[in-house]
DNA sequence: AACAGCTATATGCATAAAACATATAAAGGA
DNA sequence: TCCTTTATATGTTTTATGCATATAGCTGTT
């Protein structure tokens, strides 16, 4: 489901729908799930969703930060093989990466905060239990 | 103050220091400004600051997403001459607007569930009372 | 009158990010 | 062999952002 504001049903990224841009969240959201164990590419890009990543994860996003975030020191990773499958590229975090986790939760409060003033706004100009289909 | 995941303290807009882009976000925060009473340009980019658009306004952002709206038919603007001061391009906003606004407020609650859900994991995590400042 | 400062709108440009498509390749199963 | 799954990587085009700058009328001061 597209969550635009122009009130689309679509499967998102097809149309060219954005909100507000986000995608450089999955850098937070990839640095936590590394924090919770070392993990490849393939396995972030499902452990995303429970983060909010459904359907619509780009694998270019998730490689290019992953390796954009290895030029930045936050992760590490070496190539592990030998086992079933093609060769992973395992990441695991870095001391500067658990730094950042922290940065970041305060970034994302900050921007928690602004997504609030805008929804009491409106919630107070158009309330209506919250919910704009009581009518 | 920079909101960055990297701890920074100098004032935003400054070393290039994005957290994730929410910049568009103006566009929702403007109409439901608009919603509120017309406006022009130069009077939103202050009422913008009751929405958590602290210090760091772009005029360039305020009229060029005003103009982008006005081609989206979400607002309309007339030249508003002969008080005080130079023209005014006076905006107000239309049924689509209007609509929208609903829309991005769907958009918005989605988004803030998503922070929530890094936030939830990331004090599951690193739990000592929300606060990382306790040793 | 000259000038600075404020209000007000607008545009240009360089870079960054995002959307989307596609390339590569090993392994497993039919 | 061929298709699918797992796995990583890159290229291209468009859009967004940050920042600087242009324009111009009005106000107050000297």
């Known amino acids: 489901m597209c969550y635009c504001h122009k ?4 499967h998102h990224s097809k ?3 954005p909100g507000f841009r986000m995608e450089k969240f ?3 959201c990839m640095l936590l799930l590394l924090y919770e164990r070392p993990a490849h590419g393939y396995e972030l890009m499902e452990r995303l969703a429970q983060l909010g990543f459904v359907g619509h994860i780009d694998p270019g996003a998730v ?3 992953l390796r954009k975030m290895e030029e ?5 990773s070496e190539w592990e093989s030998g086992e079933s499958g093609p ?4 990441y695991v975090l870095t001391p500067e990466g658990e730094e950042a986790i922290h ?3 305060v970034h994302v409060r900050y921007q928690m905060e602004r997504l609030k003033a805008f929804l009491d706004k409106y919630e107070e100009f ?5 919910n704009k289909k009581t009518d």
Request: net charge positive; hydrophobic share 25%; aromatic share 14%.
């Open 7 to 10: 009130g689309h049903h679509f």
């Open 15 to 17: 149309e060219g729908c």
């Open 26 to 28: 999955i850098q937070p």
């Open 63 to 65: 490689y290019r930060n």
């Open 72 to 76: 930045d020191g936050l992760v590490k």
């Open 87 to 90: 060769a992973k590229r395992r």
């Open 103 to 105: 940065g970041w939760a």
């Open 126 to 130: 158009f309330k209506d239990g919250g």
